[in-house]
Protein backbone atom coordinates (compact mmCIF):
# COMPACT_ATOMS: atom_id res chain seq x y z
CA UNK A 1 0.00 0.00 0.00
CA UNK A 2 1.23 3.27 -1.16
CA UNK A 3 -0.86 5.14 1.95
CA UNK A 4 -3.53 3.76 4.65
CA UNK A 5 -4.63 7.33 5.56
CA UNK A 6 -6.51 9.88 3.66
CA UNK A 7 -3.17 11.40 3.00
CA UNK A 8 -2.02 12.61 -0.34
CA UNK A 9 1.22 10.76 -2.15
CA UNK A 10 2.65 11.97 -5.64
CA UNK A 11 2.01 10.12 -8.21
CA UNK A 12 6.13 9.25 -8.85
CA UNK A 13 6.52 9.21 -5.24
CA UNK A 14 3.61 5.60 -5.63
CA UNK A 15 5.66 4.33 -8.30
CA UNK A 16 8.84 4.63 -6.31
CA UNK A 17 7.47 2.90 -3.30
CA UNK A 18 6.00 -0.26 -5.49
CA UNK A 19 8.65 -0.59 -7.41
CA UNK A 20 11.86 -0.28 -4.02
CA UNK A 21 9.34 -2.94 -2.35
CA UNK A 22 9.28 -4.76 -5.32
CA UNK A 23 5.81 -5.51 -5.57
CA UNK A 24 4.39 -8.20 -7.92
CA UNK A 25 1.35 -5.65 -9.10
CA UNK A 26 0.32 -2.13 -8.84
CA UNK A 27 -3.13 -1.84 -8.82
CA UNK A 28 -4.87 2.04 -8.66
CA UNK A 29 -8.26 1.96 -7.35
CA UNK A 30 -10.19 5.41 -8.37
CA UNK A 31 -13.89 7.11 -8.46
CA UNK A 32 -13.86 8.36 -12.37
CA UNK A 33 -15.68 11.56 -13.29
CA UNK A 34 -16.79 13.79 -15.82
CA UNK A 35 -19.11 16.61 -16.71
CA UNK A 36 -21.93 14.73 -18.17
CA UNK A 37 -23.91 13.48 -15.16
CA UNK A 38 -24.85 10.56 -16.89
CA UNK A 39 -21.86 9.11 -17.76
CA UNK A 40 -21.50 5.72 -16.00
CA UNK A 41 -19.83 2.56 -15.72
CA UNK A 42 -16.32 0.81 -14.71
CA UNK A 43 -13.20 0.85 -17.11
CA UNK A 44 -9.91 -0.52 -15.77
CA UNK A 45 -6.93 0.90 -18.01
CA UNK A 46 -3.27 -0.96 -18.63
CA UNK A 47 -0.18 0.30 -19.97
CA UNK A 48 -0.65 -0.27 -23.92
CA UNK A 49 2.76 -1.85 -24.26
CA UNK A 50 2.12 -4.68 -21.30
CA UNK A 51 0.45 -7.67 -21.52
CA UNK A 52 0.48 -8.84 -18.35
CA UNK A 53 -1.39 -5.41 -17.44
CA UNK A 54 -3.94 -6.23 -19.84
CA UNK A 55 -4.01 -9.80 -18.79
CA UNK A 56 -4.59 -8.51 -15.35
CA UNK A 57 -7.23 -5.82 -16.08
CA UNK A 58 -8.85 -8.67 -17.89
CA UNK A 59 -8.76 -11.09 -15.25
CA UNK A 60 -10.31 -8.42 -12.79
CA UNK A 61 -12.85 -6.92 -14.89
CA UNK A 62 -14.26 -10.83 -14.87
CA UNK A 63 -14.60 -10.90 -11.25
CA UNK A 64 -15.64 -7.17 -10.79
CA UNK A 65 -18.70 -6.32 -13.61
CA UNK A 66 -20.81 -9.06 -11.49
CA UNK A 67 -19.82 -7.77 -8.25
CA UNK A 68 -20.74 -4.19 -9.19
CA UNK A 69 -23.42 -4.49 -10.86
CA UNK A 70 -22.54 -1.32 -13.21
CA UNK A 71 -22.25 -1.21 -16.99
CA UNK A 72 -18.41 -2.45 -18.61
CA UNK A 73 -16.55 0.39 -20.43
CA UNK A 74 -13.99 -1.96 -21.31
CA UNK A 75 -10.25 -2.28 -20.22
CA UNK A 76 -8.05 0.02 -22.21
CA UNK A 77 -5.17 0.73 -23.05
CA UNK A 78 -3.57 3.84 -21.63
CA UNK A 79 -3.50 6.58 -24.78
CA UNK A 80 -2.45 9.54 -21.86
CA UNK A 81 0.89 8.30 -20.21
CA UNK A 82 -0.39 7.90 -17.10
CA UNK A 83 2.50 8.22 -14.62
CA UNK A 84 1.35 5.03 -12.25
CA UNK A 85 1.06 2.97 -15.84
CA UNK A 86 4.30 4.22 -16.94
CA UNK A 87 7.12 4.19 -14.71
CA UNK A 88 6.20 0.78 -12.22
CA UNK A 89 7.87 -2.13 -13.17
CA UNK A 90 5.32 -4.77 -12.48
CA UNK A 91 2.10 -5.46 -14.60
CA UNK A 92 0.11 -2.38 -13.48
CA UNK A 93 -3.62 -1.17 -13.84
CA UNK A 94 -6.13 1.88 -12.81
CA UNK A 95 -9.23 0.62 -12.10
CA UNK A 96 -12.17 3.07 -12.49
CA UNK A 97 -15.20 1.63 -10.23
CA UNK A 98 -17.59 4.22 -11.36
CA UNK A 99 -18.74 7.94 -12.08
CA UNK A 100 -18.81 10.41 -8.60
CA UNK A 101 -20.46 12.62 -11.09
CA UNK A 102 -23.14 10.20 -11.55
CA UNK A 103 -25.96 10.33 -9.31
CA UNK A 104 -26.92 6.75 -8.95
CA UNK A 105 -22.82 5.67 -9.12
CA UNK A 106 -22.26 8.42 -6.03
CA UNK A 107 -25.09 6.02 -3.93
CA UNK A 108 -23.12 2.88 -4.75
CA UNK A 109 -19.84 4.36 -3.33
CA UNK A 110 -21.38 5.25 -0.13
CA UNK A 111 -22.67 1.52 0.17
CA UNK A 112 -20.57 0.23 2.80
CA UNK A 113 -22.19 -3.66 1.58
CA UNK A 114 -21.48 -2.51 -2.40
CA UNK A 115 -17.51 -1.43 -1.80
CA UNK A 116 -17.23 -4.52 0.11
CA UNK A 117 -18.61 -6.45 -2.81
CA UNK A 118 -16.85 -4.55 -5.46
CA UNK A 119 -13.52 -4.92 -2.97
CA UNK A 120 -13.94 -8.56 -2.46
CA UNK A 121 -14.24 -9.09 -6.60
CA UNK A 122 -11.34 -7.42 -7.20
CA UNK A 123 -9.28 -9.14 -4.75
CA UNK A 124 -10.68 -12.20 -6.64
CA UNK A 125 -9.29 -11.34 -9.69
CA UNK A 126 -6.09 -10.68 -8.29
CA UNK A 127 -5.70 -14.12 -6.67
CA UNK A 128 -7.02 -15.59 -9.87
CA UNK A 129 -4.58 -13.78 -11.89
CA UNK A 130 -1.48 -14.50 -9.76
CA UNK A 131 -2.76 -18.64 -9.20
CA UNK A 132 -2.12 -18.83 -13.04
Known amino acids: MT ?3 DKYVGLLERTAIANEAKAVLFISVHCNSSENAQANGIEIIHHPSSRTGQKLADTIMDHLLPAAGLRN ?3 K ?42 AGAVAKGIKKYIGE
Open 77 to 118: SDQRGLAVLRHTTMPSVIIEVGFISNWNEEQLMQDRDWLNGV
Open 3 to 5: REK
Open 73 to 75: RGV
